[in-house]
T-cell receptor, first 113, second 109 residues
């Protein structure tokens, strides 16, 4: 049963546009994450957010930024998309400050033309 | 190099056959997790297994930390088991989970 909700599930846009993906979890978890899955299907952490503490993967370009209104929401904003941003973006959550067991959303597939 | 190595990369099974998927890691870890990814993208958590053996239906996960490996056993495979099985290790909170490339399983009737 899905408890991590992502919207939209698909988005097609052009280079230079701004894109936002929304994520909400109903599990009462303390930590949320964004992962990127590239064309080779490798999943890599982009951000983790816990109790207002943001941890950023240093390889993530600055045009990406997470936005959170409360611990149940963590959105992902891409300021000016590039072709290499085409990927599936997966939101996840876990209980507690450590990673623990992760629960993923359905994913948001971004295609940049 | 890749910190998490999964083997085999792909596997074809006839319905009813058993399968063993391997995951080897090159660093120490806090925990190991197995996920199933459906064709189409969503990930389902199968096991959160820091060490030892866990069972869930036809699936068994065994993690041996000293040997830096974890395995996922599928018994009596069904066509609905088709998909990609990913293992991920948690060795550093700040870095999140480190994923392998997965084992793509295809089960035919």
């Amino acid at each position: 049963e899905t408890a991590v909700f992502q919207t939209p599930n698909y988005h097609v846009t052009q280079v230079g546009n701004e894109v936002s993906f929304n994520c909400k979890q109903t599990l009462g978890h303390d930590t949320m994450y964004w992962y990127k899955q590239d064309s080779k299907k490798l999943l890599k952490i982009m951000f983790s957010y816990n109790n207002k503490q943001l941890i950023v993967n240093e390889t993530v370009p600055r045009r990406f930024s997470p936005q959170s209104s409360d611990k149940a929401h963590l959105n992902l904003r891409i300021k000016s998309v590039e072709p290499e941003d085409s990927a599936v973006y997966l939101c996840a959550s876990s209980l507690g400050a450590g990673t623990g067991q992760l629960y993923f959303g359905e994913g948001s597939k971004l295609t940049v033309l | 190099g890749q910190q998490v190595q999964q083997s085999p990369a792909s596997l074809v099974l006839q319905e009813g056959e058993n399968a063993e998927l391997q995951c080897n890691f090159s660093t120490s870890l806090n925990s190991m997790q197995w996920f199933y990814q459906r064709p189409g993208g969503s990930l389902v958590s199968l096991f959160y297994n820091p060490s030892g053996t866990k069972h869930s239906g036809r699936l068994t996960s065994t993690t041996v930390i000293k040997e830096r490996r974890s395995s996922l056993h599928i018994s009596s495979s069904q066509t609905t088991d088709s998909g990609t099985y990913l293992c991920a290790l948690d060795h550093n909170y700040a870095q999140g989970l480190t994923f392998g490339l997965g084992t793509r399983v295809s089960v035919f009737p």
